[in-house]
């Protein structure tokens, strides 16, 4: 029939298209009732509050697709970010370096659609996948070795204000720290190796490529001043930042040390107009994948240990459900933990700060699927 495409190609972009659709509209509702649940049955106050808000601001827990780079799709309810195997890449164009669709940028950064709370110790995690290439498979050229940095691979998991543009690199701007995926960390512009532990370059200890999963726990303390101090004439919060790959926590860049030897692996000052977003930077190569995990039922890691946070800490997922529960002892796994913790949920007033703008295009905006 005339309304069906009439090459193998393009009947194969037909059907992937309808499975995308289709993955999105299940994805999406099974965040929605998530949301609904915590809100009905949970019996945590910050997971209630939070629940709130996202109900009244139409908003969930996934990466935000406004703004979205050129080269970056959104799949799976705008939880998998990919860099657009087909897409132009370093200052190429589709169709060549003269003609075509306009490059995409060489760093696409993506942030999450909803802030981390205030006040709280916050979590969340991001699986990278390896490279997919049009029409091929990832053979066994593409494997490479777990928690090694593949050349070619290059990303970055951190945190950012709406301040950082999308065409940076995460770490790179005011307000932004990150974990590349060579190991060092880039914190407000400048490159920082963790401390070695017995000799050798210990950025190679936290290297990530394919198959790899980085945690990233924050706590915007709202009540002490930033060190050191914001910018001029304002004031900022200070949020104490620890990342983890697979399980092994990053030291503090200062060499200093926390409970038990350990502590944040750095601290960020933050303008207080401003909030935190989770963000990811797909440098590449085209076809890099990464999935974002903000719910509590998402998280692989199950102790402080592997977290970073201080033992018996109540740790809260992005979308507010409990990764780890206060005075509890063994895994965590998302269980909601007693009322009346006395932390905060969102900004300088106690309310939530929702203030990221929703998506649209190719994404799936949550306002298109009538769940």
Do not use: K
């Amino acid at each position: 029939p005339t309304s069906f495409p009439p090459t193998p190609a393009s009947r194969l972009r037909h059907i992937e298209r309808g499975s995308r659709f289709t993955e999105n509209v299940v994805f999406l509702a099974r965040d929605q009732l998530r949301v609904e649940t915590n809100l009905v049955h949970g019996t945590d106050e910050q997971t209630r509050l939070m629940s709130r808000a996202l109900l009244d601001g139409a908003r969930l827990a996934v990466f935000d697709a406004a703004g979205l780079p050129r080269g970056v799709t959104l799949s799976c309810g705008q939880h998998i970010a990919t860099r657009d195997p087909t897409a132009g890449h370093h200052g190429q164009g589709v169709g060549g370096p003269h003609g075509g669709q306009p490059p995409a940028p060489s760093n696409a950064s993506v942030r999450g659609m909803i802030p981390v709370m205030r006040n709280s110790h916050v979590y969340f995690e991001i699986s990278v996948s390896p490279p997919q290439h049009p029409r091929q498979g990832g053979g066994p050229h593409q494997q490479q070795q777990h928690r090694q940095a593949p050349s070619g691979v290059a990303l970055g998991v951190g945190l950012s204000t709406l301040e950082m543009p999308l065409d940076a690199l995460v770490g790179a701007w005011r307000g932004s720290a990150g974990l590349c995926s060579g190991g060092q960390v880039l914190h407000e512009g400048r490159w920082r190796a963790p401390p070695p532990s017995g000799g050798g370059d210990a950025s190679a200890d936290y290297a990530y490529g394919p198959d790899s999963t980085v945690g990233c726990l924050v706590y915007v303390d709202d009540g002490v001043p930033s060190d050191p101090p914001g910018p001029p004439g304002g004031t900022a919060a200070t949020a104490r930042v620890t990342f983890s790959v697979d399980g092994a926590v990053v030291p503090r860049l200062d060499g200093g040390g926390g409970v038990g030897g350990m502590g944040p692996t750095l601290s960020l000052p933050v303008p207080r107009p401003h909030e935190l977003f989770p963000t990811v930077t797909l440098h590449g190569p085209p076809g890099c994948s990464v999935m974002c995990r903000f719910s509590g039922e998402d998280i692989l890691a199950g102790s402080w240990d592997e977290v970073g946070a201080p033992p018996g800490a109540s740790v809260y997922a992005v979308d507010g459900s409990v990764v780890l529960e206060a005075g509890r002892d063994g895994d965590g796994g998302g269980g909601d933990s007693p009322p009346g913790g006395g932390d905060r949920c969102g900004g300088v007033d106690g309310e939530v700060y929702l203030d990221a703008d929703g998506g649209d295009g190719e994404a799936y905006p949550l306002e298109s699927v009538d769940l």
